[in-house]
């Protein structure tokens, strides 16, 4: 079982940045492939990027695939989500997750997950 902490998280101005790192730990497959998932309140749990460790490949959600971006730490098994220009609808409890093989933005297709970051956009 993959172990997965998030953190980074917190109180955000719009249009300001905020990173969050998710690190892996445990018995980590060489077919990882992490996700970031968030839930606003009142909302179901949706998909935000997803990194294949092995592809070095991502994909990101259309609402934020021209503000956020992804970068790893390969030697901390460590993911990194760089939020920029964020805006008030990115308020959200912002998850990792864990799977093997191929990036999926279905949550019910992962594994592992970590506890969640509070991330709240507000001026």
């Known amino acids: 079982q993959v172990k997965l902490v998030e953190s980074g998280g917190g109180l955000v101005q719009p249009g300001g940045s905020l990173r969050l790192s998710c690190a892996a730990s445990?018995?980590?497959?060489?077919?990882?492939?992490m996700g970031w998932f968030r839930q606003a309140p009142g909302k179901a749990r949706e998909f935000v990027a997803g990194?294949?460790?092995?592809?070095?490949?991502?994909h990101f959600a259309d609402s934020v695939k021209d503000r956020f971006t992804i970068s790893r730490d390969n030697a901390k098994k460590t993911l990194f989500l760089q939020m920029n220009n964020v805006e008030p609808e990115d308020t959200a409890v912002y998850y990792c997750?864990?799977?093997?093989?191929?990036?999926?933005?279905?949550?019910?297709?992962?594994?592992?997950w970590g506890q969640g970051t509070q991330v709240i956009v507000s001026a």
């Open positions: 997750a864990a799977r093997q093989f191929t990036i999926s933005i279905r949550e019910q297709e992962y594994d592992s």
């Open positions: 445990g018995r980590i497959p060489a077919s990882l492939v």
């Open positions: 990194f294949n460790w092995i592809a070095r490949s991502t």
